[in-house]
């Protein structure tokens, strides 16, 4: 976990970098007492880069990527 933050509704969310298979970076949105996981794109080269962005967002920009944020996860079904 990078960060934590509280959206407008109290939910809690811990905030990681990830990455997809093809290499593309994202912010990850883990829901603290949830199953929900949401992804927003980044774009940087490599892992340090993609943890100093995420350290130069401010909280409302998180909130901001999460409310844009997809899916991580494909539901099951």
Partial sequence: ???????????R????RGHESYG???ILFC???GSRVMKSYIYADNAMD???EIDGLSDQDLLDRL???QP???PPG
């Fill in 1 to 11: 976990m990078l960060r934590r933050i509280t959206d407008e509704s109290g939910v």
């Fill in 50 to 52: 993609a943890d100093a």
């Fill in 67 to 69: 409310a844009e944020a």
């Fill in 72 to 74: 991580a996860l494909d």
């Fill in 13 to 16: 969310w811990d905030i990681a």
């Fill in 24 to 26: 593309a970076m994202v």
């Fill in 31 to 33: 829901e603290c007492r």
